[in-house]
């Protein structure tokens, strides 16, 4: 679910990033077994910097890790799922479960929770080129959460059947999938490439890019400081 949401913002940018199920089609990587790294991080950020880091050890490529965690006002703290959204009382929930039981949370605080998630990104380059954010502008909400769920329950994103946008009144399910969470993250990554290829040297910058004329074009730039 991470994986398309970033790759939705990528592909405005003309960046293409691959998952690592992606890696077993790539020669270089195919016999590569990649371990599962426990997240011990106490917030999204310090788990995203240690998948990205321990990744990075094994792949040795331009890599990116991002976590997020769900907060709701006026909840107890034990009932907070701060970075473990899908696991409650040691259980990994299905899609299924997770609208059943935070439908049932919002229940029983009045039929909707004010809640909101922090979002962070870890993005490495380079042996000594990391990038990370958390704060505000990625964070999506403050938001509702209701314990009457959307008829459609989309895979990988069930919790957006119980989400709503307080402004508009609508479920995230029939909602824009182009938040201002996705621009802001965006602009992270431009500006991460951007700093790493000034580091290296570059001066200049092509978009190249394939009309639908049998035949290649390119838009020339350089980079200015003012």
């Not at 991470?2 to 939705?8: A, D, Q």
């Not at 371990?35 to 990075?56: F, M, R, S, V, W």
């Not at 000594?128 to 959460?145: A, C, H, K, L, V």
Request: charged letters at 30%; proline letters at 4%; aromatic letters at 12%.
């Amino acid at each position: 679910a991470k994986l398309e949401s970033m790759k939705r913002v990528t592909n405005q940018l003309g960046i293409e990033i691959f998952g690592f199920s992606d890696l077993k089609i790539m020669p270089d990587f195919k016999n590569v077994k990649l371990p599962d790294i426990e997240e011990t991080g106490k917030n999204p950020l310090e788990n995203a910097i240690i998948k990205a880091k321990e990744y990075y050890k094994i792949l040795r490529i331009p890599l990116f890790s991002c976590d997020s965690g769900l907060y709701f006002e006026n909840v107890d703290e034990d009932l907070q799922p701060g970075t473990y959204v899908r696991r409650v009382r040691g259980k990994e929930l299905s899609d299924i479960q997770m609208v059943e039981y935070y439908g049932n949370l919002a229940k029983n605080h009045g039929g909707k929770l004010v809640a909101k998630y922090k979002n962070a990104i870890c993005l490495i380059l380079g042996e000594n080129q990391m990038f990370t954010r958390m704060d505000e502008s990625i964070e999506i909400g403050p938001f509702y959460m209701v314990d009457k769920p959307h008829e459609k329950i989309v895979p990988g994103f069930p919790l957006d059947a119980l989400s709503v946008d307080i402004e508009t009144g609508k479920y995230f399910q029939d909602m824009d999938e182009n938040l201002a969470v996705d621009r802001q993250t965006g602009e992270f990554v431009a500006r991460a490439m951007k700093d790493w290829a000034l580091e290296k040297g570059a001066t200049h910058f092509t978009h190249w890019f394939q009309p639908l004329t049998e035949i290649t074009a390119e838009k020339h730039d350089s980079f200015l400081s003012f």
